[in-house]
């Protein structure tokens, strides 16, 4: 499989694409900024999008994706339990004195435990409320790979200040879905560095 996981915007928002090196196709996970970018790591790869997956709205994670769907006819995917953060984009711009983008309610808002799959890929969604209500996550079995959006990160957990966000919710999701996952897992999170289930479990200082 074909990965590339880079920062975009002035967050740093972790824009991952997943591609397979037979089909050619791709997932594009939290396209927040620089399409520009985006499409040319795609088409150095060769590889045409068919979901667009946003681990959670927040607007560094979703600025782009209406973007890259009139570009790609891509599908958009999140868990409309974050629609509250999306009537709010406008507060949300105002936040990080940014520019309110275009976000519309997903196309398909995926289920706990859901697959979402293109051809010679297999990633299963993992809903891990705490960050924000929608947050997700997407586990790649075969990979041993996690994207992890803002829910873990290398020594961190996601902020829970924000409307939808709740401590105890995050600290249970990671700990229910998150540490099970094989020790050897990689773990790119949505901000910073990748780490590994072992590493966190062993080090989080958040993870007792
Ligand atoms: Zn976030």
């Given at each position: 499989m074909i990965r590339e996981t880079f920062p975009v915007g002035l967050l740093g928002c972790n824009t991952t694409i997943l591609g397979d090196e037979t089909s050619r196709e791709a997932i594009v996970v939290?396209?927040?900024?620089e399409i520009p970018r985006i499409l040319a790591a795609l088409a150095r790869h060769q590889l045409t999008v068919k979901q667009i997956v946003i681990t959670h709205a927040h607007i560094d994670h979703i600025a782009s994706a209406q973007t890259l769907k009139q570009i790609t006819g891509a599908p958009i995917l999140y868990n409309k339990a974050d629609l509250p953060l999306v009537a709010i984009m406008d507060t949300q711009a105002a936040w990080f004195g940014l520019e309110a983008p275009t976000v519309l309610p997903p196309d398909h808002s995926p289920a706990d435990s859901e697959r979402i799959t293109v051809k010679g890929i297999d990633a299963e969604v993992l809903h891990t409320?705490?960050?924000?209500?929608?947050s997700l996550c997407l586990y790649l079995p075969a990979e041993k790979l996690l994207l992890a959006g803002d829910t873990l990160f290398a020594g961190g957990i996601g902020r829970?200040?924000?409307?939808?966000?709740n401590d105890a919710q995050i600290i249970a999701s990671i700990e229910d879905?998150?540490?099970?996952?094989?020790?050897?897992t990689i773990v790119v999170p949505g901000h910073g560095p990748d780490t590994t289930i072992a590493r966190e479990a062993a080090t989080n200082p958040f993870l007792t």
């Open positions: 939290d396209p927040g900024y409320p705490g960050h924000t209500q929608g829970t200040d924000l409307p939808g966000g879905r998150l540490l099970p996952l094989p020790a050897e």
